[in-house]
Every structure is written in C-alpha cells, then in structure tokens.
C-alpha cells in the first residue's frame, strides 16, 4: 500500500519532473495533497476518486490542462486501482497550482458541483418555455429546430459545465460583432477606431440606416458599426489573410475549439443582404470608411465572420476568456489586452442586445451579446462565461429561453454588476470565493477591533454583515481576542451579541482561559456573571 509516509523515504530519487531531492518542504505538501485527495475512510487514493475530484471541480477531460492526467488515469486497469505517491507526484507536476487548487477547493466556485446542480434545475424549468420564431430571412437558420438548446458554462479558472445541445454548432451571427471589434481596436487602437465608431446606443433595430451627429454608426455592436469594424482588419491584405486572422482569434479564445465556417450561410447572407449593402453605401456617403474601402470585399468579409459556427462549449471557453480579462484560462494565452477587454466589454453591457440593451443591463446587469441564430454569450466579469444557444427569437431578435433563462439565474445569485450594493441581500447567493474572502477580511478586522477594544467598530462591522464568532486561521475569535487584550467594554458588547464564550482556538482555549492568563479579572468576573 502506498501511504504518503511509508513512501517519503523513498524520495531520494524522485519522479525526474517532481520536486527536487532535499526540498522537503515541496516533498511534505505534495504529501498533504496527496491525503487531501483521499476519501474520508481511506487510506489510498484510486485513479477514480482523483478523476471524480478533477470532474466535480469542473475540470473535464478533455482541459487541455488535464488532459495528460487523465490520460494517465484512465490507463489504469479501473477505477479502484490504486494512484501510488510516486505516481501522484508524477502527476501532480504535470499541473501543480491545478492539482493545488482543486485540492483546497479553491477554484472561483468551490462547490462547482453544487452549483451546476442547481444551473441544471434552471435550464429544467427553462426547457419548458415555448414562444418566439426562429429567424426566417435565411433558409439555413430558419431550417435549424426550434427545440434545440444548449448551454455551457466555463469560468476564468477553466471549471466548465454542459448541458442539452452544447455540443451542436451553431451560427454566431451578430455574436461576431464582439470579436471583430477587439481585433479592430488591437489593431489601429481603440481611440483611432473610436474615430470611426461611436459608443452610445442607438436607440434603433441593429440593421438600422442611421448614423450618429457625427457621422459614424452609433456602436460596434449593430451592423454599421461591425461593418466599419471589419474594414479595419488588416485592410490591406488579401481576403483569406483577413478571415484566416479573425478565425486564428476565435480559435485562441475557445483554446482551439470547435470553430467551423458554413459557407452555405456566407452564400445565403450575401444573397439576402440588401440592408447591409444599403447600409454599406450609406457609410460611403458619409465618409464613414476609411479611404479606399472596397464595399464588396468589407461586406463579404463581414458575412463571412457572421457565419462562423461554434458550439455552446466553445463559446462559454471565448466568453471565459474576456471575463478573465483577455487570458484563456485552459490555456493562459493572451488573446486580448486588458484594455480591449475592457472597451468590448463596456459596449457589450451597453449596446449587446439588440433593443433590449438597456432592460437587459438593468435586470441581468452583466455584459452579454446575442445573435440571430440563437445563441447569446454572457460574461461575468472575474467569475465565468457562459453562452446559451435556443433558435427562437422574441421580437426584439433575443432568444427567449436564453433571455428567462439570464433572469432565472440572476434572481437566484449574486452576479449583477451592482449586486454588490445589495451586499445584504441574503436571498441571493454568492457561489464565488470572493464572499469567503470578504469575509476573511472582515474576521481579521474584527479581531483587530476587539485587540484595540474599538467597540463601535465592532458594532459597525457586525451591522454589516460580520460574522461575530467567525475565528481566524489558530481559531481566535474577536471574544477570544478582547479577553486576552482585556477589553472589558468590548467584551461585554460581544457576550450581550451574540459572541459565544465556548469558542476553542486551535490550542483548545476558551476566552475565559485568555482572560484568566492575562490577569485580567473585571474580565473573568464578567464571563462568570454570563454562567461561565
Ligand atoms: N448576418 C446578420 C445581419 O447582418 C446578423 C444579424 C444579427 O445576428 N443580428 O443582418
């Protein structure tokens, strides 16, 4: 059997990518993972119990992260074989902070598990919902089924989720503009192509033929404006340059995932285009172009971004990726700068959804963008993106199961931008680490307060949400903590509150014990007149 203790010794010579000989240290908390992993009960660890650690995380099998652990893993006979420390530290440094962090539950949802549980039951509820029409204006999409719909989630530490038809491609359409808008400002620079291009809404249907007073489409989140923006795209190279270029993109943001173009949509757009062709001389008129477009290429290749194909899966990984700030997190590529990310995200929560731009910042307050073929891309920002994929359309041209579907998951959790101001909003959940460190730092200035015996601020950050009891790393609570700095009025307001003098730190002390050692007797006989 192999136990981490019985087998450290045998560490002299270790597995040639592990931590080096003689870096105990390395050595002792690869040891602590090692039983982290292993069931309650057990003294071993199988390769199923670390594939179903890695998979209840979010980490699946085909993370380009993971993939080698996995192979690795089901090479075993079975899911009962048993994973040696030896082979554990093989595998451990193939991935180190990604073992770590599934290991300490550490991930920006820890209980991913829970959490897709619960995503699961909405897309259940939502899946019942009827209503809305397929887009008509091209056979290709009208012919898709209506009942199609797919979901997946990924958030910025690459967790992912699946459910129904995410694996189905589908037509980005105008979830395109959003990507053609960070290659065009990475390449001129956001404050030339802003030039060009506003940043209000506008107030009109997508395909609208209007400009702003200054002469420029209003965003590049509607047609004019996406066509501008694609006649910025290395607008002096050949047509297969252009596309190869905005296609590379999409494949680093989904970490080479399934992208595809449906040339029989590109035929079919161009066929029925006479909007966009209207549109295009419209911005010729008015000079909305740079010098020397050529209003047949920018068109085709605007057509030609908008018939891009993708699954929910890859979507949620590009969507992911602008909520990490522009870094694939399955790959820790940057694709985009910071700065991009944040303009492309700026519009999107202002202009995404066609009409519906302002209700939906209002409701779901996250920026989003949505497309004709069904299909809206969701990022929350630091967390996840997520993209949902349901062919009917309202009449504002959403996808209604996409839209009830942002709404169902926004009332049950705490992802609207200012959800924060409603930070005591306990209906809502927080799925996120950042709660647990919110309230890590509240503990810690607790304990500060009960130190200097500040009782106001104590009361100040109990009324905002601070858990009186919480304790620190050794176990201190603010009781313990005032006990011992004999801060008799603060004790006092702690007991009266709800504090609870039973409270062990990890050296099995009470408060009571604190005070007696501290010699702090007002203290003692406050905490005997409590029963203690
Ligand atoms: N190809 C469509 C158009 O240009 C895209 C529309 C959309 O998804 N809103 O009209």
Known sequence: MNKPSTHQSKRASPPAATAPSGDSAAAAEEAALYKLFISPGQSELTSGRLM??????????????????????????????????????ELFALNPSLFQRVAEDSLVIPNWDQFSVSVQGIVTDISKLTGGKVASYIPELARVPAEKFGLSLCTVDGQRAHFGDAQDQFSIQSISKTISYCIASEEVG????????????????????????????????????????????????????????VFDRWKDLTADGDVS??????????????????LA???????AFPKNTDIRATLDF????????????????????????????????????????????????????????????F????????????????????????????????V??????????CKRLMSKYSFHNFDIVAGSDAQKIDPTQRRKSVNNARIVDLCWAAAKGD??????????????????????????????????????????????????????????????????????????????
């Open 261 to 278: 173009f449906n040339n029989t949509v590109f035929l079919s757009e161009r066929d029925s285009a006479d909007r966009n062709f209207a």
């Open 363 to 394: 409701l779901i307050g996250v920026p989003a963008k949505s497309g004709v073929g069904g299909g809206i891309m969701v990022v929350i920002p630091e967390v996840m993106g997520f993209c949902i994929w349901s062919p009917p359309l309202d």
């Open 281 to 287: 001389y419209f911005l010729r008129e008015n000079a």
């Open 190 to 245: 956001a404050e030339t192509l802003h030039q060009s291009i506003g940043r209000e809404p506008s107030g009109h249907s997508f395909n609208a033929i209007t400009l702003d007073s200054r002469g420029r489409p209003h965003n590049p989140m509607i047609n004019a404006g996406a066509i501008v923006s694609c006649s910025l795209i290395r607008s002096n190279e050949s047509a297969s340059t252009r596309f190869a270029h």
């Open 302 to 361: 605007y057509f030609q971004c908008c018939s891009v194909e993708m699954t929910c899966d890859s979507m949620a990984i590009a969507a992911a990726t602008l909520a990490n700030g522009g870094v694939n997190p399955l790959t820790d590529k940057r694709v985009f700068s910071t700065e991009t990310v944040k303009n492309c995200l700026s519009l999107m929560h202002s202009c995404g959804m066609y009409d519906f731009s302002g209700e939906f910042a």
């Open 52 to 89: 179903n650690k890695l998979r209840t995380a979010g980490i699946l099998d085909d993370d380009p992260r993971a993939r080698e652990i996995f192979k690795k893993l089901l090479a075993h006979r079975d899911d009962k074989s048993a994973v040696s420390f030896e082979e554990f530290g």
């Open 455 to 532: 009782t106001r601020e104590i009361q100040r950050l109990v009324a905002s949400g601070a858990d009186l009891n919480g304790a620190d790393y050794d176990g201190r609570t603010a009781l313990h903590i005032a006990a011992s700095e004999g801060q008799a009025v603060s004790v006092k307001y702690i007991l009266q509150n709800g504090g609870s003098p039973e409270a062990k730190d990890r050296w099995g002390n009470s408060p009571l014990q604190d005070a007696q050692r501290g010699g702090h007797a007002e203290i003692v006989t406050i905490f005997q007149q409590q029963g203690q």
């Open 396 to 405: 504002l041209g959403n996808s209604v199961r996409g839209i009830e579907f």
